[in-house]
Structures are given as C-alpha cells and as structure tokens.
C-alpha cells in the first residue's frame, strides 16, 4: 500500500514538475536525444562488425571434403580386426 501511495504521489509531483518547467524540459530532451542516438549508433554499428566477423570466421572453417567409400571400408575394416585382437586378449 505504501508503495501504491508513494508512486502515485511521485507521478502527480513529475507532473507538475514537468508543467512548470516544460521548456527546460524540452532543452534537455534536444540535448539527450542526440547523444542516446550517437551511443546506441556506434553500439549497433559495434555489433553488426562483430556478427560480420564471425560470419567470415565460419566461412574460412567450412571445409566441404567429401568422405571416399574406399575410406569408410577401410576403417570398418581395421575396426573389425582391433575387436578381434580385443578378444584373443580377453581369452589369453
């Protein structure tokens, strides 16, 4: 309740506040808006560079080197011969 009655004090003095001094208001809304739009310009142009970079770095990874049948053979191959291996190990 006293946080009820506490904002709306706080909402009804901002406004009168803000009807006495309207114009010095209005001097700092020209002068804030400016500088809110040059930080949150260099923020946004500060992203969107670092977005591009790691686009350019996935580029460079991509490798596309096609995995050859004879490839897969053999490592099916070498698999079987090492389980084999493992259980006269096991038996010995």
Known sequence: MKTLIGGAVAA??????????????????AGAI????????????YLG????K???KKEDTKVDTPVQTDDVEKY???????KNEI??????
């Open 34 to 45: 400016p500088v809110m739009l040059l930080f949150s310009g260099g923020l946004a142009l």
């Open 12 to 29: 009804v003095l901002g406004l009168i506040g803000l009807s006495i001094w309207w114009k010095p208001f209005l001097q700092l809304l």
């Open 49 to 52: 560079f670092d977005e591009l």
């Open 54 to 56: 790691d686009t350019w």
């Open 76 to 82: 099916k191959t070498e698999i079987s011969d090492l």
């Open 87 to 92: 259980e006269k190990l096991k038996s010995a």
